[in-house]
Every structure is written in structure tokens, then in C-alpha cells.
């Protein structure tokens, strides 16, 4: 029995529920065209950090700077600031290039937290094709002055201020770190979001005791790390209009299918493809039929959501309960 993969996200029918996440992989056009032949349903490019907008912006300022004063025409040796692109420009021509190259949706992806001059970027990958913009939001807070609503409403204005500039789709992607999730994720779909990938996943520096310096750790993703998402997408599904993307840990079919069970519209996946290469798209769309044909569904949408915090027999299972069970029922034997 055929089951019908596809999947819809931020109002785009994808042709399945396998999303490339932004890694360096998805920065190569040859490489996406790999994902597209497997049958991933979208990639989102690697993110275009606001810190190398701003150092880009402030090299070229400093150059026009230079030796201005040294006599009247020094400024006419560089172009006018408003026909000059001082940022990336590598990035706008991966999206133009990426758009050529492939016909699945290729999602940009913007990385940043303070307002500023560099969210007119937004507006460029728009214009540059990209099919819609993921915003990448996460903001350490070392600051004891500094509040929690103080942080919301500063990523609300972010979310505000780009949807204004853009008329593509819009996702966001945060952390669990927030008091009241379910509320907060209510005020970004309020500010213009169209859909919320959860979760960022975080690199915490270590200590090199070798040469006594702190310096960052990047490992890959591990299958426990699923169930944080997967947790907190069951609890928003029935809460929210719009669009959840599944994010961390999610290696295999069985995976994906727990996702989508709770609720996530579509499944974004890098550590199985730095592992095993785009092609592995492939097997998991194969062991995804194979599993939904073993319990009886034709399609993704017949059973997207039905595990949600609503429609389980169990909704104490996501909650505070479940963490009570856990810790009751669980036996340690002693060596």
C-alpha cells in the first residue's frame, strides 16, 4: 500500500516530511541537489549571522573612512552606500543559485536577536528567492538587570519588525528556555510568525585544562535529545495556528513518525545526513511507508497530531506527572 508522504508547512506542500536542516551541508548547491533527489521536502540553508552583517558593514565604513580628508574626491573611488551590498554577498547568491538549482523550497535562515540595520537582510534573501526565512533566535543573558519579559518583548519586536518587510513565510526558531512557552510561542504567531521550529540546539563551551582556555564543543546530536521537542510540540499543537517543525535528535523512521504523532508538521534532520550522506533520505521515506502501512495509514495528514497534548488517552503523560511516575517506578540495582 503507497502512503502519501507529503506534508505541509508554513503553507508550502512538501512533497514529504523531511526537512534539511540548516547545517554546512545544505550551504553547497551540488549537495542540495542530493537532498532533493533522496526526496527531502525542503532545505534550509546554514544561518547568516547578524554579527557578520554588522562586521562586514563596519570593515566597509572604515575603509570609506580612510584618507577621506585627504582631498576632495577621495570618497569617488567607491561606489554609492546605497547601490553597494556591504554584506555577505556569498549568502544572496547561494539562495539565487539554489533557487536554479532545485525545486524544493530553499528556506533562508537569519541569525540574530538585537534590532538593527541587519534585519534588512530579510528582505534581501526574499528578493534573492528564497522561499521563505527562518529566524534564528537565541540570546545568552548574563545581566541579572535584565528581565524575562524584557527579553520576550525584544524578540517580539524582532519577529514584529521583519514580518513588516517580508511578504514570504516566516518560522522562528528558539529555545525551551522560557517561563511560560505555550505563551510566548502564542505572542510570536501573534507578531507575524508563521510557524516555530523547536528547538535551537545549544553548544556549551568547555575547558581545555591542557592549555587552560575556554573554547567551544560541537557534537552531534544524540536520539534522547528528541524528546524535549517532541514534548513541548504536543503541548502547543492544539494551542497554536500555524506551522511546528520538529528539531534535534530525530535520526531514524521511527522518529519521525513520533513526531509527527504529536503534532510536528515536518521533521528538520543535519546529524543523520553529516553521518550517513543526503541519500539517507531516501531509506527513512522507505522505512516511513513501510511503518505507516504497517498501522494502517494512507497519509500523513490522516494521523498528524492525533498524539497531541489534546487528543492523547494520557494528556498527564507530557506533564508534571509523568515526571513523578518516572521517578517512582524507576529501580536502581546496586553492583
Not at 277 to 306: C, I, M, N, W
Amino acid at each position: 500500500m503507497s502512503v502519501d508522504l507529503s506534508s505541509t508547512y508554513l503553507g508550502m506542500r512538501l512533497s514529504s516530511p523531511i526537512v534539511a536542516a540548516a547545517c554546512p551541508l545544505t550551504g553547497n548547491i551540488d549537495v542540495l541537489k542530493r537532498f532533493e533527489a533522496a526526496g527531502a521536502g525542503a532545505a534550509v540553508l546554514p544561518s547568516l549571522f547578524e554579527e557578520q552583517i554588522e562586521f562586514e558593514e563596519c570593515m566597509f565604513g572604515g575603509l570609506m573612512d580612510y584618507g577621506a580628508n585627504s582631498f576632495g574626491e577621495a570618497t569617488t573611488y567607491f561606489p554609492e552606500v546605497d547601490s553597494y551590498n556591504t554584506g555577505p554577498d556569498e549568502y544572496l547568491e547561494t539562495i539565487e543559485k539554489a533557487r536554479d538549482a532545485v525545486s524544493i523550497p530553499v528556506i533562508g535562515s537569519l541569525n540574530g536577536v538585537s534590532p538593527g540595520g541587519w534585519t534588512r537582510y530579510a528582505k534581501l534573501m526574499e528578493d534573492a528567492g528564497a522561499s521563505a526565512l527562518e529566524l534564528n533566535m537565541y540570546q545568552l543573558v548574563t545581566d541579572a538587570n535584565i528581565t524575562a519579559i524584557q527579553i520576550e518583548d525584544q524578540y517580539i519586536e524582532l519577529v514584529s519588525s521583519i514580518r513588516s518587510t517580508i511578504q514570504i513565510p516566516l518560522a522562528v526558531k528558539i529555545g525551551p528556555y522560557f517561563s511560560s512557552l505555550p505563551n510566548f510561542a502564542r505572542r510570536l504567531f501573534e507578531a507575524g510568525a508563521d510557524g516555530l521550529v523547536l528547538f535551537n540546539r545549544f553548544f556549551q563551551p568547555d575547558v581545555n585544562i591542557e592549555r587552560m582556555e575556554i573554547h567551544p564543543q560541537m557534537e552531534l546530536s544524540r536520539r534522547t535529545e528528541m524528546r524535549l521537542p517532541m514534548r513541548w510540540i504536543a503541548i502547543l499543537d492544539p494551542q497554536v495556528k500555524g506551522s511546528l517543525a520538529a528539531n534535534s535528535g530525530i535520526q531514524t523512521a521511527n522518529d519521525i513518525f513520533k513526531m509527527l504523532l504529536v503534532g510536528a508538521d515536518v521533521t528538520m534532520m543535519a546529524a543523520a545526513f553529516v553521518r550517513h550522506g543526503p541519500e539517507h533520505v531516501a531509506k527513512l521515506l522507505a522505512d516511513l511507508q513501510v511503518l505507516l502501512a504497517e498501522h494502517g495509514y494512507t497519509s500523513v495528514d490522516q494521523f498528524r497530531g492525533s498524539f497531541n497534548h489534546r487528543n492523547t488517552p494520557d494528556p498527564s503523560a507530557f506533564e508534571r506527572l509523568n515526571y513523578m511516575k518516572a521517578l517512582t517506578t524507576y529501580v536502581v540495582d546496586l553492583p
